[in-house]
């Protein structure tokens, strides 16, 4: 929508600093129209959209309350800012979000001043936050500015939040964290008397005679102490924030967060505060949009729709997604494998395990978005003998890391892990491209690591890793494969065993792993080489590899992961340590982060497309091309 739309107040509104420049009376009505801009918009281009709906009201209060940009507001995750980024100059470029070019899925320091941390995944506000505040304490007056942590859409449910509230609790520091509860997951107590409670306790009054009552009641201990516990209790049986003021924050809340006059003055009123401030706002995710608010899960972000019906319009896709053939799998394999159970990190629906959870209620675990506790809670499972399967996305499992490694890999537990949108994913960018779990994982004792070419090795993978008595991964990309139906049947698989495609007699061979695979079978035939589906990234199949390279005179390695220390390295580590020196062209993501875009576009930047993988290999036989026996040591 453009200038003209029939939008007067939001199109007059290219900064926040117009926007304080409104009368507060004409804010209800900018939220109504900032709502109608963002459903037309979403709309058409698909996007992250409920969790925006809810924070409209939130989004006014803050930018009309501080001094952004000079004042920091940090988001997180980013799922909620669709009105920050409208507000903040991007309005006639949002319908662009996510595409090749446009606006970033998230908030993204490079794209605006107002974006003031990158963010992608969930619960690093806080942390980033009390950093900001520290620093312009640091910096003295010159520097002095308010910074406001908005945390919410699940992320309070992360380790990482609750330890940068408790570092935060013990500093004097001027920092406010504000809780956007879009589920009511802590409180449902919302309404008049609560906003009459948030305005009251945050106001100069009470803080006043707080502040004033503790001064008198220190010197006095038994009285201070009956006042301090008083105070606790009463505010307990009122208000649910007594775990945050045990933390070291004045709890406020909570407060209606569509109400913006209570948002204006409970948000004026902690402006003027020192010292760490807890704001509880409750919100409802969706707002406004009838079929989003009754079911914010499906809305959460859906692909273009009709704002009128609420249909959503969604692709007619060739067959299953290899999210669709796991969650398949895992019905399938929990019916003759009573130990099996999954885990997700608040990844249900994308990780396909909602069929799952209806079938095996009592083995299915949904721990939040909390993948460290989800690796090490395989991990103790698996310590009783149960066989735990772990769905998450590559990208996500970064955060298991050091879990992975200690309390999985190096007791040899079963854990399998399902790695989901390994490779590159597209639309959401940087943050969320798997590029890097091959690398990462392969420098770990004891894991066995496959990537199947399509979607009935991928349920066979699965099967092999659940089998095995040690860890093991199975990585597979986001979407549909190249269309080979699984089987029904379930049988393992020979662990590290390469399978060779094509037996070519030109002196090439190229060792694919996982689904580029399919790309190269073109320019095999072309070019009479060789083509081996690798299957195992760890063990390497050294049997195959060596004779191979004893057999060829130029290799070529293809992986959807990042060329530094992944499947390709595997492979040149073993031919040095035989001494052996074939021409190697090693094809993979390149050493930069790749932004957004569709994943198609993403796979022809990174040289990965099945064009640029047949040029490629073309390029690199004209140059080093070799009769049979000529080989280059």
Same mark, same amino acid.
């Given at each position: 929508?453009?200038?003209? /739309?029939?939008?007067?107040?939001?199109?007059?509104?290219?900064?926040?600093? /117009?926007?304080?420049?409104?009368?507060?009376?004409?804010?209800?009505?900018?939220?109504?129209?900032?709502?109608?801009?963002?459903?037309?918009?979403?709309?058409? =281009?698909?996007?992250?959209?409920?969790?925006?709906?809810?924070?409209?009201?939130?989004?006014?209060?803050?930018?009309?309350?501080? !001094?952004?940009?000079?004042?920091?507001?940090?988001?997180?995750?980013?799922?909620?800012?669709?009105?920050?980024?409208?507000?903040?100059?991007?309005?006639?470029?949002?319908?662009?979000?996510?595409?090749?070019?446009?606006?970033?899925?998230?908030? #993204?320091?490079?794209?605006?001043?107002?974006?003031?941390?990158?963010?992608?995944?969930?619960?690093?506000?806080?942390?980033?936050?009390?950093?900001?505040?520290?620093?312009?304490?640091?910096?003295?007056?010159?520097?002095?500015?308010?910074?406001?942590?908005?945390?919410?859409?699940?992320?309070?449910?992360?380790?990482?939040?609750?330890?940068? +509230?408790?570092?935060?609790?013990?500093?004097?520091?001027?920092?406010?964290?504000?809780?956007?509860?879009?589920?009511?997951?802590?409180?449902?107590?919302? &309404?008049?008397?609560?906003?009459?409670?948030?305005?009251?306790?945050?106001?100069?009054?009470?803080?006043?005679?707080?502040?004033?009552?503790?001064?008198? +009641?220190?010197?006095?201990? %038994?009285?201070?102490? +009956?006042?301090? =516990?008083?105070?606790?209790?009463?505010?307990?049986?009122?208000?649910?924030?007594?775990?945050?003021? $045990?933390?070291?924050?004045?709890?406020?809340?909570?407060?209606?967060?569509?109400?913006?006059?209570?948002?204006?003055?409970?948000?004026? !009123?902690?402006?003027?505060?020192?010292?760490?401030?807890?704001?509880?706002?409750?919100?409802?995710?969706?707002?406004?949009?009838?079929?989003?608010?009754?079911?914010?899960?499906?809305?959460?972000?859906? &692909?273009?729709?009709?704002?009128?019906?609420?249909?959503?319009?969604?692709?007619?896709?060739?067959?299953?997604?290899?999210?669709?053939?796991?969650?398949?799998?895992?019905?399938?394999?929990?019916?003759?494998?009573?130990?099996?159970?999954?885990?997700?990190?608040?990844?249900?629906?994308?990780?396909?395990?909602?069929?799952?959870?209806?079938?095996?209620?009592?083995?299915?675990?949904?721990?939040?978005?909390?993948?460290?506790?989800?690796?090490?809670?395989?991990?103790?499972?698996?310590?009783?003998?149960?066989?735990?399967?772990?769905?998450?996305?590559?990208?996500?499992?970064?955060?298991?890391?050091?879990?992975?490694?200690?309390?999985?890999?190096?007791?040899?537990?079963?854990?399998?892990?399902?790695?989901?949108?390994?490779?590159?994913?597209?639309?959401?960018?940087?943050?969320?491209? &798997?590029?890097?779990?091959? #690398?990462?994982?392969?420098?770990?004792?004891?894991?066995?690591?496959?990537?199947?070419?399509?979607?009935? $090795?991928? =349920?066979?993978?699965?099967?092999?890793?659940?089998?095995?008595?040690?860890?093991?991964?199975?990585?597979?990309?986001?979407?549909?494969?190249?269309?080979?139906?699984?089987?029904?049947?379930?049988?393992?698989?020979?662990?590290?065993?390469?399978?060779?495609?094509?037996?070519?007699?030109?002196?090439?061979?190229?060792?694919?792993?996982?689904?580029?695979?399919?790309?190269?079978?073109?320019?095999?035939?072309?070019?009479?080489?060789?083509?081996?589906?690798?299957?195992?990234?760890?063990?390497?199949?050294?049997?195959?590899?060596?004779?191979?390279?004893?057999?060829?005179?130029?290799?070529?390695?293809?992986?959807?992961?990042?060329?530094?220390?992944?499947?390709?390295?595997?492979?040149?580590?073993?031919?040095?340590?035989?001494?052996?020196?074939?021409?190697?062209?090693?094809?993979?993501?390149?050493?930069?982060?790749? $932004?957004?875009?569709? =994943?198609?576009? !993403?796979?022809?930047? @990174?040289?990965?497309? #099945?064009?640029?993988? %047949?040029?490629?290999?073309?390029?690199?036989? @004209?140059?080093? &091309?070799?009769?049979?026996?000529?080989?280059?040591?």
């Amino acid at each position: 929508m453009r200038d003209g /739309d029939g939008l007067p107040l939001l199109n007059a509104i290219a900064s926040p600093i /117009d926007l304080r420049q409104l009368p507060a009376g004409q804010l209800p009505a900018l939220a109504k129209e900032l709502r109608e801009f963002l459903i037309n918009t979403v709309s058409q =281009r698909g996007g992250h959209f409920a969790a925006g709906l809810g924070t409209v009201e939130l989004t006014l209060a803050l930018h009309y309350v501080f !001094n952004t940009p000079h004042d920091r507001l940090v988001w997180d995750v980013g799922h909620q800012a669709y009105p920050h980024k409208v507000l903040t100059g991007r309005r006639d470029q949002l319908h662009t979000i996510k595409d090749k070019g446009g606006l970033a899925p998230f908030p #993204s320091r490079s794209e605006s001043p107002y974006d003031t941390f990158g963010v992608g995944h969930s619960s690093t506000s806080i942390s980033a936050a009390l950093g900001m505040a520290i620093a312009s304490q640091l910096q003295g007056p010159a520097h002095n500015r308010r910074t406001v942590a908005i945390i919410g859409d699940g992320a309070m449910s992360a380790g990482l939040a609750f330890e940068a +509230l408790n570092h935060a609790g013990s500093l004097d520091v001027d920092l406010l964290v504000v809780l956007n509860d879009n589920d009511m997951s802590i409180s449902e107590n919302v &309404g008049a008397l609560s906003n009459y409670f948030a305005r009251v306790l945050s106001g100069r009054l009470y803080s006043g005679l707080r502040e004033g009552s503790k001064r008198v +009641l220190r010197r006095i201990p %038994s009285a201070w102490e +009956l006042a301090r =516990r008083s105070e606790e209790h009463v505010k307990g049986m009122v208000l649910p924030g007594t775990m945050f003021e $045990e933390m070291g924050f004045n709890y406020i809340g909570p407060v209606d967060g569509h109400d913006l006059d209570a948002l204006l003055a409970t948000l004026s !009123n902690l402006k003027a505060r020192r010292g760490p401030q807890f704001l509880h706002v409750v919100t409802q995710k969706g707002k406004g949009y009838a079929p989003a608010e009754a079911d914010p899960i499906r809305w959460h972000g859906p &692909g273009p729709f009709d704002p009128a019906s609420g249909v959503i319009h969604k692709e007619i896709a060739s067959g299953p997604t290899y999210s669709q053939v796991f969650g398949t799998w895992a019905c399938d394999m929990a019916q003759i494998e009573p130990r099996l159970v999954a885990i997700t990190p608040a990844m249900r629906e994308g990780s396909g395990l909602i069929e799952f959870e209806k079938r095996f209620p009592d083995r299915y675990f949904d721990v939040a978005i909390a993948e460290q506790h989800a690796v090490t809670f395989a991990a103790g499972l698996a310590c009783e003998g149960l066989r735990p399967v772990v769905a998450i996305y590559s990208s996500f499992l970064q955060r298991g890391y050091d879990q992975l490694i200690h309390d999985v890999a190096l007791q040899n537990l079963p854990v399998t892990f399902a790695v989901d949108r390994a490779g590159l994913v597209g639309g959401d960018g940087a943050t969320h491209q &798997g590029a890097f779990d091959l #690398s990462f994982l392969r420098c770990i004792p004891q894991l066995t690591i496959m990537a199947p070419a399509d979607e009935n $090795e991928c =349920r066979q993978m699965l099967y092999t890793a659940v089998k095995l008595d040690a860890p093991a991964v199975v990585r597979y990309p986001r979407g549909t494969g190249p269309g080979v139906a699984p089987v029904a049947q379930m049988e393992s698989l020979p662990v590290g065993q390469a399978l060779i495609r094509r037996t070519g007699h030109s002196g090439l061979a190229i060792l694919a792993f996982g689904t580029p695979l399919n790309d190269c079978v073109a320019v095999a035939e072309e070019l009479d080489a060789t083509l081996v589906n690798m299957r195992f990234v760890k063990p390497l199949d050294e049997t195959v590899v060596l004779q191979i390279a004893s057999g060829h005179s130029s290799l070529v390695t293809v992986e959807e992961n990042v060329l530094a220390g992944g499947a390709g390295s595997g492979v040149l580590e073993l031919l040095q340590q035989h001494g052996m020196h074939p021409a190697v062209l090693q094809l993979g993501l390149p050493d930069y982060f790749i $932004e957004h875009g569709s =994943r198609s576009e !993403n796979l022809r930047e @990174a040289g990965l497309d #099945s064009d640029s993988i %047949s040029a490629a290999i073309r390029s690199f036989w @004209a140059n080093h &091309g070799k009769p049979i026996g000529a080989l280059a040591r």
